[in-house]
């Protein structure tokens, strides 16, 4: 079945600074990688998302790229600001049409 | 649009009780999603529905895990008898067929004692 890996597990940034998450995927037929961001006793909230026939995609400061090859995608945060604080979860979705989380990042933005 | 809607959002209770957690998914959604959130697990699909039908529950842990559907716009997940390593923070989500997005509720935080 798909496993999703997803690293680094903390990452801790100034405000303004950028910051990168990547995550890694196992099933080829995966098409679908959401990201979501869970804000402390929230409900996990869709951020961004791409498809498989699309390298990037971009939304103000959010991007999302993804290397169908190598099977990774990446979350990068501009301009961070202290409102960024959340823990971030990367999915992948193939054909069964369930999510598999990664393990999730828990980002501080330091002012 | 009142989104997912998830009843209780706290349960305390004691090893051995019956619970009960309730979802009201998005009006005309189709998927309806059952996950276990742990700090030492991440989030975890436990089942899923489509057209009010168990499509996959290949996440239920054990037999003490079990959930309904009886119409498209309730589905209960029932653990009996509950033990404290089943304490967590259980959310329900939908999806419009034909649609990518999963909308969670605001998840059911469950303590067994």
């Known amino acids: 079945g798909e496993n999703v890996e997803q690293h680094p597990s903390t990452l801790s940034v100034q405000e303004g600074d950028s910051a990168v998450i990547k995550c890694t995927y196992s099933?080829?037929?995966?098409?679908?990688f959401p990201w979501y961001k869970q804000e402390l006793g929230k409900r996990p909230q869709l951020i961004i998302d791409i498809r498989s026939n699309v390298g990037e995609k971009k939304d103000q400061r959010i991007a999302v790229t993804l290397n169908k090859t190598a099977k990774h995608f990446s979350l990068h945060i501009t301009e961070t600001q202290p409102e960024d604080s959340a823990v971030y979860f990367c999915a992948a979705r193939a054909s069964s049409y369930k999510l598999i989380f990664g393990s999730g990042t828990r980002l501080l933005v330091r002012p | 649009d009142a989104g997912v809607i998830q009843s209780p959002r706290h349960e305390v209770t004691e090893m051995g009780q019956e619970v009960t957690l309730r979802c009201k998914p998005i009006s005309g959604h189709d998927y309806l999603f059952w996950y276990r959130q742990t700090m030492m697990r991440g989030l975890e699909l436990l089942i899923y529905f489509n057209n009010n039908v168990p499509i996959d529950d290949s996440g239920m842990p054990e037999d003490r895990f079990s959930a309904k559907m009886p119409n498209a716009s309730f589905s209960t997940l029932k653990i009996q008898p509950s033990e404290p390593r089943d304490s967590a923070v259980y959310f329900c989500?939908?999806?419009?067929?034909?649609?990518?997005?999963?909308?969670f509720g605001p998840g059911t935080r469950l303590l067994v004692l």
């Open positions: 989500a939908s999806r419009l067929a034909g649609g990518e997005t999963q909308y």
């Open positions: 099933d080829s037929a995966s098409n679908y």
